[in-house]
C-alpha cells in the first residue's frame, strides 16, 4: 500500500518548535518533490512549503519564510519540516503530498500522494 504518513505534530505556545515529519512507505521518494500544506479551521488549504527531489531546490510561502524549513533524508524516505518561532496563526493540521512534478508542488497544485494530516496547535 502506498501511502504518505505525517508525524511530530501536537501542542506548543508561541515562539516555540516543532519538526514535522513525512514519512512514505510501499514506495521511494526519491523521485518526487514533496510539499507541506496546512489547513486551519473554516480555511481553506494552504501550501506551505515545497521541496525539489533532490532537495537541491526550496520554495516557501511568505507567512512562514524565514521560520520554518523544509529538508529531506532520502535514505530514510522522509521529508522533515522545522517549524520555529510559531505563532498563533499557524495553528492548522498539516498534510504532506508528493508530486511526480516538480511544477506543481511549487504551485501547490495537485498531488499525486497524500497523507492524513498531523494536528500542529500554538496556544498560550
Known amino acids: 500500500q502506498l501511502q504518505l504518513v505525517e508525524s511530530g505534530g501536537g501542542l506548543v505556545q508561541p515562539g516555540g518548535s516543532l519538526r514535522l515529519s513525512c514519512a512514505a512507505s510501499?514506495?521511494?521518494?526519491?523521485?518526487?518533490?514533496i510539499g507541506w500544506f496546512r489547513q486551519a479551521p473554516g480555511k481553506e488549504r494552504e501550501g506551505v512549503s515545497c521541496?525539489?527531489?533532490?532537495?537541491?531546490?526550496?520554495n516557501y510561502a511568505h507567512s512562514v519564510k524565514g521560520r520554518f524549513t523544509i529538508s529531506r533524508d532520502n535514505a530514510k524516505n522522509t521529508v522533515y519540516l522545522q517549524m520555529n518561532s510559531l505563532k498563533l496563526e499557524d495553528t492548522a493540521v498539516y498534510y504532506c503530498?508528493?508530486?511526480?512534478?516538480?511544477?506543481?508542488?511549487?504551485?501547490?497544485?495537485?498531488?499525486?500522494?497524500w497523507g492524513q494530516g498531523t494536528q500542529v496547535t500554538v496556544s498560550s
Open positions: 503530498a508528493a508530486f511526480t512534478n516538480q511544477a506543481m508542488c511549487v504551485m501547490y497544485l495537485g498531488g499525486d500522494y
Open positions: 510501499g514506495f521511494t521518494l526519491d523521485y518526487y518533490a
Open positions: 521541496i525539489s527531489s533532490t532537495g537541491g531546490s526550496t
